[in-house]
């Protein structure tokens, strides 16, 4: 029974028809459970810049810093956006993780039984796959091309007297590693208690640094199992053998691409959610920004056929990590599960025998079985 406030940035394409959704659904919750939920609504993206001139203003950061969690849908225009080479929607993004330091960006992957068919993976390769992708989220190659720029981390395209060329950094800091280190050992310990820290140390300076300060944690979580992985054999071994990983901790980029990769395990980028947190704590818990993995889709905007399930379950993740509500972030996840195993999918899951239903039918069915 309490009182949460949660800034709700939309965004663009889908992000308002699946955020909507997720509202639809955390109202269920407060009813169920008696809690008030304050959305404050804000305009970010492709929106914002047209409405306010930036992709995010100073104005919407600073409610988002005074809110118990943010909700998040999508930014990002059409290819075709006549505003990409002046202000970017992303930005949006950089502006939100960096401002606010949000650090740790989880991603957990968990394929729904009912849905084994729909990856384009075997169902007995996936059968039982439960992982947790910990994503480095503010340093490593990333925010170089800032303005202004950081010091020692040139990201541009330059003439030489060789001709045209261009560099990025990838620069990690000793503080750095070891702060998403630890989140992964501490989330690693609510779950089977293994870490797989990925690197290329092979190869890379910054890996092998990476290497140094995850022998140094892991020496003090000697209850969770640790192993390193270089990132190529990682991605292969995550389509080989899923199950064989609980926690896999990781650098921005690499993040990046692995999770893309895992999405698929998941049968759809509309089911895969996520946490982005910090340090900056709230009355309830660790101020955080929860949004699906999934971009804007102009492709398929507007037309109802967007899978709201991965702003749903972001929902859930924003219930469990900021405002401590555990029971009803597995309410939630429950009533996802409930409503895929009684056969309702959107487009993107079709498969022979399912029912198709539009965007706000698969909100009002799940909301529905939250409250049964
Ligand atoms: P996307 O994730 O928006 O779409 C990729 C494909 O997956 C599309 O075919 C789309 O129709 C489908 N898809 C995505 N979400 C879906 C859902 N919930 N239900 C059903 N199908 C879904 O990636 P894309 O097309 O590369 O990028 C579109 C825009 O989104 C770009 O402007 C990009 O910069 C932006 N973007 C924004 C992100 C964010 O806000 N965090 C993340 C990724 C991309
Ligand atoms: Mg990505």
């Known amino acids: 029974m309490g ?50 001139g930036e992709a995010i203003s100073d104005e919407s950061l600073a ?56 990856s384009s993976i075997k169902p007995e390769i996936l059968q039982g796959t439960d992982l947790l992708v910990v994503r480095e989220l503010t340093g490593g190659l990333y925010y170089g091309h800032l303005e202004p720029p950081v010091p020692g981390k040139p990201s541009e395209i330059r003439q030489t007297e060789h001709g045209t060329e261009a560099i990025d950094t990838l ?22 208690k293994k870490v797989t820290s990925v690197d290329k140390a092979n190869v890379l300076s910054s890996s092998v640094l990476w290497r140094q300060v995850a022998n140094r944690v892991a020496a003090e979580y000697p209850d969770v199992a640790f192993e390193h992985l270089l990132v190529d054999a990682c991605a292969m071994h995550l389509i080989r053998k899923p199950t064989s990983f609980d926690v896999i901790v990781t650098e921005n980029l690499f993040g990046d691409i692995l999770t893309d990769e895992a999405s698929m395990l998941a049968g759809s980028m509309g089911m895969l959610p996520s946490a982005s947190l910090g340090t900056q704590k709230t009355a309830h818990g660790r101020l955080g920004l929860y949004e699906p993995i999934h971009g804007s889709a102009p492709d398929i905007a507007g037309q109802g056929k967007a899978n709201p399930i991965a702003a749903i379950l972001s929902a859930a993740m924003l219930l469990h990590y900021s405002l401590g509500l555990k029971d009803e972030a597995f309410a939630i996840e429950a009533a996802v599960a409930k409503t895929i195993e009684e056969g309702y999918r959107t487009e993107d899951l079709r498969e022979a025998g399912a029912t198709i239903i539009n965007t706000q039918q698969m909100g009002q069915k799940i909301a529905a079985a939250v409250l049964k």
């Open 3 to 52: 009182n949460y406030t949660i800034t709700v940035l939309p965004g663009d394409g889908i992000g308002p028809e699946v955020t909507e959704q997720a509202i639809l659904v955390l109202d269920a919750i407060a009813s169920r459970y008696q809690h008030t939920f304050t959305y404050h609504k804000r305009l970010v993206g492709v929106a914002a810049i047209e409405a306010e």
């Open 171 to 192: 620069l990690y800091t000793e503080a750095e590693i070891e702060r998403i280190l630890r989140v992964a050992f501490e989330v690693a310990r609510d779950r089977q």
């Open 63 to 118: 409610l988002c810093r005074q809110s118990d969690a943010i909700l998040f849908g999508a930014v990002g225009g059409r290819s075709d956006y006549a505003g990409r080479d002046k202000v970017k929607p992303e930005q949006a993004l950089f502006k939100l993780r960096k401002g606010l330091q949000f650090f740790a960006n989880l991603r957990p992957v968990k394929p729904l039984k009912n849905l084994l068919s729909a």
